[in-house]
């Protein structure tokens, strides 16, 4: 069973570069075919596809954060980060990490962080 586990910063400020951490357990995250996720949901909104990194290292990310965010991993501790830079307040949300399998789409989900960025 793999479960995930985020962590970071509870409060940052406008203009500075957030930095998460997903430990990921159960798993090696070199493992194929899956997809490691960062995902966002602010405040009454909905769910928010921020990027993956693949188990080979390469990397998506959604054009509507304009180059902001980067993901990577550390295949030694079985992690994997998340990074966004020129934060706003719209930023703000709960930041879930997650594992999806290409084959047959089994997910698995973190806990969720929630991140405040304060104007």
């Known amino acids: 069973q793999v479960q995930l586990e985020e962590s970071g910063p509870d409060l940052v400020n406008s203009s500075q570069t957030l930095s998460l951490t997903c430990t990921v357990s159960?798993?090696?995250?070199?493992?194929?075919?899956?997809?490691w996720t960062w995902i966002r949901q602010p405040p009454g909104k909905n769910l928010e596809w921020i990027g993956y990194?693949?188990?080979?290292?390469?990397?998506f990310y959604t054009e509507s954060l304009n180059s902001r965010a980067s993901i990577s991993k550390d295949n030694a501790k079985n992690t994997v980060y998340l990074q966004m830079n020129s934060l706003k307040p719209e930023d703000t949300a709960v930041y879930y990490c997650?594992?999806?399998?290409?084959?047959?789409?089994?997910?698995?989900w973190g806990q969720g962080t929630q991140v405040t960025v304060s104007p």
């Open positions: 997650k594992a999806r399998r290409v084959r047959n789409g089994l997910e698995y």
């Open positions: 159960g798993e090696s995250i070199t493992t194929m075919s899956t997809f």
């Open positions: 990194i693949a188990s080979a290292g390469n990397t």
